[in-house]
């Protein structure tokens, strides 16, 4: 799958709060949190995404609290994609199991605000456009890209123990 | 090459021989608050299963927002409650019988040694002081896990931390788990285990363990984990008279509850910590450390005694300690949060909770309240608070210009004495 985005830059350890505030955490609902996203840190973020954008964070994103709330406003505001140079553990875990697409990438940190980037998601290839660099992102373990290309966890534990083991 | 805690009880919980790089593990708890849980059951209807993989293996605890803080909450713990009835999950807790997860279920037997666990909840790591292999995940992991009783994990490395030293007076388990955060820093043991040990940890009771294995998450850490010894197992076996959840799936025989000799390291951290001072996490990161005594000039508006990681009875014992027959000054509010209703019970009948009232504490029930800017301890523009909670991010206990230090116990009732940020031998 290619994603096509400009890019909106965030520093390191970037937190669940920022991402979004605990006091929106009552709701459920994706394009309400959405417009919530990043509101503590930078409250006109949501005006000025279009959907389809893709954030790119410093180390250690999506640290703090479990809440899977915070995939789910990045995913509701309409971003595409995240490339963060390390991901927290539990944020790792619920975009994958949401489908949200992310990836780590080392070199996250020499792509700028405003970039626009062309992301060729099953091979993890970042093409900076206008800039002709290709930057390549981690590979995700076998065992992970089986729930990626399920479409997330719900999917993948729909299907019975045979199947899951037998995709590829 | 031998195994870790960890290692051993991901084996075992997914009936391999050997250890792979990913595990799909049997759980033998599963629980998620009044946040968390009802995106979780959410998910859980979109995988179409009729039923829970054990109704007596899930819980849910409902401490966030509650007592219910408006009706939006309200109407969250109501849809957790049916789905509990419908499902016949007998564990469902509302506020009035439960208090704050990470302390209402060890406390109620609920958690065991050798037990995998996962709770969508980051705090989740805080049972690794009773040597549960315990992982805090989201809604839909939790999702997933009521359905088919499993969980997927990457099997982690761990780092190894010793302390060394005769504990100085006045430091508490809270001012080692700061100083090892600000010293490997909130992304040091990302996607890995920190396994505690060495005399110090030995020689700490139950309430201090969980202060260190609770704030692992704030390294990044998958977990937190200390090897039983004889204290947790008098614990355990004090708790477990309350046993609502069935045993554990797998028995092994007790001196098999830790790490083989061999076992395999990234790398070990030993610290003597003989002259550590109280440390002080600032705005806006836990790693952000200093030692109290430089602090001297910062005020406050607001000190929070409570949380996961410090509303437990030995905590309350030492605020008491500190502000027996002394007056905080008016113009500071001082909340303190007994995190069980037992805690608050016991606190009662030893004349602690009179002790805050009489200082002039407003004592709350249990609750995550303000730790997480949810209620009852909102701060506004330009307000300070210190806290003995988890977390110091921007806007975390309420405006986004608002400022939270965290501290030990005795930092903090020390602190609420003078209205700014005190070390403990000062005011006494």
């Known amino acids: ?39 503590n840190i930078d409250p006109n973020f949501f005006r000025r995404l279009k959907p389809g954008d ?31 140079e390390s991901f927290a553990r539990i944020f790792y875990r619920n975009s994958i199991n949401i489908g949200l697409p992310i990836l780590e990438c080392s070199l996250a940190r020499t792509i700028k605000e405003g970039d626009y980037l062309e992301v060729d998601l099953s091979k993890g290839e970042i093409k900076i456009l206008g800039k002709n660099r290709i930057i390549n992102s981690e590979k995700f373990p076998g065992f992970l890209r089986r729930i990626i290309t399920s479409g997330g966890l719900i999917n993948w534990t729909k299907r019975g123990r045979n199947l899951r083991n037998k995709m590829r | 090459m031998g195994l870790t805690l960890v290692e051993k009880i991901l084996v075992k919980h997914s009936s391999k021989k050997k250890l792979e790089d990913f595990v799909y593990a049997k759980v033998d708890f599963a629980f998620a608050n009044d946040i968390t849980g009802p995106l979780a059951v959410k998910q859980f209807y979109k995988i179409g299963r009729n039923k829970v993989f054990n109704p007596r293996r899930i819980a849910f605890v409902c401490d966030h927002f509650t007592p219910a803080r ?100 006045w430091l508490e388990a809270k001012d080692l788990i700061l100083y090892t955060i600000g010293n490997i820093g909130v992304d040091g043991a990302l996607y890995k285990v920190m396994q505690f040990s060495g005399p110090v940890i030995r020689n700490l009771g139950i309430d201090a363990r969980f202060t260190i294995c609770n704030m692992a998450v704030e390294a990044g850490a998958k977990t937190g984990i200390i090897e039983p010894d004889d204290i947790t197992f008098d614990y355990v076996k004090r708790a477990l008279k309350n046993k609502k959840v ?32 109280p440390q002080v996490a600032c705005p806006h990161l836990p790693s952000n450390i200093k030692p109290a005594s430089s602090l001297k000039s910062v005020k406050l508006s607001q000190v929070v005694i409570g949380s996961c990681t410090n509303g437990r009875l030995s905590d309350l014992r030492i605020a008491a300690k500190i502000l027996r027959k002394k007056k905080i000054p008016s113009t500071l509010r001082s909340i303190v949060i007994p995190a069980t209703p037992n805690i608050y019970k016991q606190a009662l009948k030893e004349g602690l909770i009179d002790v805050f009232i009489k200082a002039g504490c407003i004592v709350s029930p249990a609750t995550c309240g303000p730790c997480l800017g949810g209620h009852t301890g909102i701060l506004g523009k330009g307000e300070t608070a210190l806290a003995t909670t988890n977390r110091n991010f921007i806007g975390r206990m309420g405006s986004p210009e608002s400022f939270v230090y965290l501290s030990s116990v005795a930092v903090a009732a020390a602190s609420a004495i003078k209205g700014r940020i005190t070390h403990p031998a000062e005011v006494t």
């Open chain 1, 1 to 39: 799958m290619i994603i096509k985005g400009k890019v909106h830059k965030f520093g390191n350890n970037i937190n669940t709060d920022d991402i979004i505030a605990a006091k929106y955490l009552d709701s459920q609902d994706a394009k309400f949190l959405g417009s919530k996203c990043m509101e």
């Open chain 2, 246 to 277: 069935p045993r554990t799936a797998y028995r092994v025989p007790r001196n098999e509850y830790k790490g083989d000799k061999d076992a395999s390291f990234e790398r070990i951290y030993e610290w003597d910590i003989s002259k550590l001072e």
């Open chain 1, 54 to 84: 893709i954030i790119v964070g410093g180390r250690n994103f999506g640290c703090g609290s479990s809440r899977e709330h915070a995939p789910v406003a990045i995913k509701g505001a309409g971003v595409r994609l995240v490339i963060a």
């Open chain 2, 70 to 169: 408006d009706f939006k909450s309200a109407n969250n713990v109501s849809f957790l409650r049916e789905f509990s009835a419908k499902f016949r999950i007998k564990n469902f807790f509302d506020i009035n019988n439960c208090g704050i997860e990470h302390v209402f279920l060890p406390e109620q037997g609920f958690i065991k040694p050798f037990d995998l666990i996962t709770g969508a909840d980051s705090h989740t790591c805080t049972y690794g002081a009773l040597g549960a292999a315990s992982f805090g995940v989201g809604s839909t992991d939790l999702a997933a896990c009521m359905a088919s009783g499993r969980c997927w994990f990457r099997v982690p490395k761990t780092l190894k931390f010793i302390y060394k030293g005769k504990i100085p007076r």
